[in-house]
């Protein structure tokens, strides 16, 4: 198979890539056939609802008593007549205007109360106690209920009656929009524009309001059906005018009237069935649409391609642990084409040495690393090449096997030690299950081991931190509690991703040298994955500089650093700011005072 | 007679407020003093958690201050009230650490760089003018001002960060981690354009990092913040190649050289710095 090259981004100073503008919600969802149709329907029935006074001969109020309950296909009465002799198209055509009156008064009431406390409450922290309590309370008001004891107040209007249910709708709005402005107003570019001498209601309006908008919308849409559905409920159990025809009346009428015509009861409920499906089915598409459908997992076959890997060109190496050959590791694009992120990787590891994979952001580094573990997302696909431990293929191995490799022989410390310690077991709680997980032993065995191995690893108080919740400890330590946890089933190989990145300096000083000793102890292999040449001269014996997916440069760290081949290896080396040259110029502050007057 | 400082920091203390009724807030940075000539770099050292991004934010007005004066030009400015605060725009402005939260994505280049100018009054033919020459100046190409943030690298995104700093034409930038969030490659270049920038136009800034190789790059003089008060300060040849303070002792020998042989020896350096410290402090404690 022939897979395509990555498109190739020159990092800095390009011309940037000609992506998508900016899009609209609007725009985006008119690409999703489901947003199309249910769309079209509502506006069908909008049109419908506005030709109520032309379409049908008669007006809705028209009641003849020699036209009781005509059939379907009268003449001047297409749907027929109802009970009282009244044009049921007629009256479902005013039904909709109700219905459409309802939704509008409902969600304008909600969105006008919901958006403008929600952007107040979220954004002034001090006001906010106050309007989490005004919603807190009308969300826990019986709504039904609260609209038919209203009555005698609205005098059985529905406007007024809608007005007050989207009172009670606010509640929905005011949480979407208060959560998204809390977690906006985080957001280091609402603190430039601070800095930038915006006024609040500038910042609200303008960086705020857009990133609200889409969630809203969606809302919006189901708020809508829902405004229709207990206008038509309460018309139904009669409560409210009689007079306005509305599906809910309508329904109500043919109920009582079932069994001298069904049809009667059917045409409303068709009607409103279909208008609240496809609400609905809109928001539901918005919201695909603003947030991406779930990406499906392509998994391909891994085990055959290993399997049909001509290695005819090649001499198994006896001494190495691990080989990875010729690598390559896939991502399927929007447009169906897979892309290659990890472009044939050839790296020999041998016992007992540690091997750095050196790259920038997006070199495919990390990767690689995934890719030797087995723990790619389901999107990846492996697009070639083998992977042998021991003379052995892993690549494409069944799950049960790698997850016995991966809990022995294999072992992963990785960047982030905080994301990787669930916040809400002790530490030594889930040492203890990974150790009971990997080695087998019985719950008190592996709490000793745990203990030794938080002891081994260089921490003070193994018993404290044994008993602590990962938040009670320092970053430094979390890495220290990973480290123990990748130790325990005495791994031969042991793949850190960025081990330090998240640390302070004198931290990840520490951390190397336990890494150090810690190898020298047991003569495991690591494979250090990083971006820093300042880690990789501390620990690495060999190198391999990843550009684009593909290995450029490899050899002993020491050679490779006095005498660079590859002019990217050169490229980075250069970039490193050295260690003794100070800045040398004076302040230019006396100049340019004297030139910005001038 | 030295001329009066751009900036000067006095016994500058910042505390966070904490939720719950009547908590006491926390206090982060406990009087620390620092002043920044016109046109110079001072660079601010210091580890995660030690206060030295607070310090920066007490400075924009984004973090309150607790005890302590902040002056600008010779006026307080540390409790100013936000119509105050707001005309300080055109004299202090920020970039941040991070290139991809500080850049709202649904608003174009030439929209963010503009803003600035546009809420002080610029008309919009003016401040379109002035966003293109400021792409050129930061070496952005002129058609980067009709796109979004997302279609740009992270250097590329630094440096439109930097053309909105740079619009109202400040007198002081705080740069909060400008290049920590960037490949190495990159780094060296936003290094150079900051440096640029500031020889061109005389601005001062408050360069905050955690790095100290980038620090001495940038920095006339450096203070270096330890649980939030600064242990060290002074010209950054001294501070970053030859520090007194313990502290700064051993931040220099734990960063890595990216030189195999000379960071044998820095190892063993930072380890023999480790073991004297550990005797002394362990005399301290008996004696």
Same mark, same amino acid.
């Given at each position: 198979m022939s897979a395509p090259q990555a498109s190739e981004t020159p990092k800095e100073l390009a011309s940037p890539t000609s992506a998508p503008g900016r899009k609209s919600l609007f725009r985006r969802a008119l690409r999703s056939k489901q947003a199309i149709i249910t769309g079209s329907i509502i506006l069908l029935y909008v049109v419908l609802g506005l030709l109520a006074n032309v379409i049908p001969d008669h007006t809705f109020w028209e009641a003849r008593l020699d036209s009781l309950n005509l059939p379907f296909g009268s003449e001047t009465y297409p749907l027929g007549t109802d009970q009282f002799g009244r044009d049921i198209l007629a009256r479902l055509l005013h039904s909709i205007n109700t219905a459409f009156v309802s939704a509008l008064i409902g969600v304008s009431i909600a969105l006008l109360l919901g958006v403008t406390f929600g952007l107040i409450g979220g954004y002034f922290d001090r006001v906010r106690t106050v309007t989490e309590w005004a919603f807190t309370l009308i969300m826990t008001f019986p709504g039904i209920l609260l609209l038919i004891l209203l009555m005698p107040v609205t005098k059985g209007d529905y406007r007024f009656t809608m007005a007050i249910f989207g009172v009670l709708l606010s509640p929905g709005i005011y949480r979407i929009v208060r959560n998204q402005t809390i977690a906006v107003s985080r957001e280091l570019y609402v603190d430039a524009a601070r800095v930038s001498g915006l006024t609040n209601f500038r910042i609200l309006s303008r960086h705020v309001l857009s990133v609200v908008r889409g969630p809203v919308v969606v809302a919006t849409a189901f708020l809508a059906g829902s405004a229709i559905n207990v206008q038509s409920g309460l018309a139904f159990l009669g409560?409210? !005018?009689?007079v306005i025809p509305s599906f809910g009346s309508m329904i109500g009428d043919g109920f009582r009237n079932l069994y001298v015509d069904p049809w009667q009861y059917v045409w409303p409920a068709l009607a409103l069935g279909v208008l609240n499906a496809c609400f609905v089915l809109f928001g539901n598409a918005l919201r695909d649409v603003l947030q991406g459908k779930p990406p499906k997992p392509a998994k391909q076959d891994v085990q055959a391609l290993a399997a049909g890997f001509e290695a005819s060109d090649h001499e198994p190496d006896t001494s190495a642990l691990l080989e990875v050959r010729d690598l390559g590791i896939g991502y399927e694009g929007t447009d169906g084409v897979v892309r290659e992120v990890v472009r044939g990787v050839s790296l020999t590891i041998r016992d007992g040495e540690t091997v750095g994979l050196v790259g920038e952001s997006g070199s495919g580094k990390t990767q690689t690393a995934f890719g030797i573990l087995g723990v790619l997302p389901t999107e990846a696909q492996i697009t070639r090449g083998s992977i042998l431990l021991d003379g052995k293929e892993i690549l494409g191995a069944s799950e049960g096997v790698l997850k016995k490799l991966r809990g022995g022989t294999i072992a992963y410390v990785p960047q982030e030690p905080m994301s990787n310690l669930d916040p809400v077991y002790t530490v030594g709680s889930q040492l203890v299950e990974g150790i009971i997980a990997s080695t087998g032993k019985g719950r008190a065995g592996a709490r000793e081991q745990a203990l030794a191995l938080l002891d081994r690893v260089g921490i003070p108080d193994a018993k404290r931190v044994f008993d !602590?919740?990962?938040?009670?400890?320092s970053g430094g330590m979390a890495q220290r509690v990973l480290i123990a946890g990748a130790i325990a089933s005495r791994p031969r190989v042991l793949i850190a991703d960025e081990p330090t990145t998240a640390l302070d300096v004198t931290v990840q000083a520490e951390i190397l040298d336990l890494l150090r000793d810690l190898q020298s102890e047991f003569g495991m292999s690591i494979i250090l994955v990083t971006h820093n040449f300042g880690v990789v001269a501390d620990i690495c014996e060999r190198l391999a500089v990843m550009q684009k997916g593909e290995i450029v440069e490899a050899g002993i760290t020491k050679d490779v650093f006095a005498n660079p081949q590859h002019p990217y290896t050169r490229m980075l080396l250069d970039s490193i700011l050295d260690e003794t040259t100070v800045r040398s110029d004076p302040p230019s502050g006396a100049l340019a005072t004297a030139t910005k007057e001038a | 007679m030295p001329t009066a400082p751009l900036l000067k920091a006095r016994d500058l203390k910042v505390s966070y407020p904490v939720r719950g009724f009547r908590k006491r807030p926390i206090e982060i940075v406990h009087g620390v003093d620092f002043e920044i000539a016109a046109g110079e770099t001072y660079g601010v050292v210091g580890e995660s958690g030690s206060g030295k991004t607070t310090i920066g934010r007490a400075v924009l007005g984004l973090a309150s201050v607790s005890g302590g004066t902040v002056e600008f030009d010779g006026r307080d400015i540390s409790h100013l009230s936000p119509g105050e605060r707001r005309a300080m725009a055109k004299d202090i402005q920020v970039v941040f650490q991070d290139p991809y939260s500080s850049l709202n994505p649904a608003l174009t280049v030439g929209e963010i760089i503009a803003e600035p100018l546009v809420v002080q009054g610029s008309t919009p033919k003016d401040a379109r003018r002035r966003t293109l020459e400021l792409l050129d100046s930061v070496g952005l190409p002129s058609d980067a001002a009709d796109r979004l943030p997302r279609e740009f690298s992270g250097g590329q995104r630094q440096r439109v960060a930097i053309a909105r700093a740079l619009a109202p034409e400040p007198r002081l930038i705080v740069c909060d981690e400008p290049v920590s969030a960037l490949d190495l490659s990159t780094q060296s270049k936003v290094l150079d354009l900051l440096l640029d920038i500031q020889r061109r136009t005389g601005v001062a800034y408050l360069f905050v990092s955690h790095d100290l190789a980038v620090v001495r790059h940038i920095s006339h003089r450096v203070g270096v913040v330890y649980r939030g008060e600064i242990v060290e300060q002074g010209p950054a040849s001294r501070v970053t190649l030859a520090p007194d303070h313990p502290y700064t002792q051993r931040l220099l020998l734990a960063?890595?050289?990216?030189d195999p042989i000379a960071q044998e020896k820095r190892r063993a350096d930072r380890i023999r710095l480790r073991d004297e410290q550990r005797l002394r402090e362990a005399r301290a404690g008996a004696a």
């Open positions: 409560v409210g !005018s009689k !602590s919740y990962p938040h009670q400890i | 960063a890595p050289v990216a």
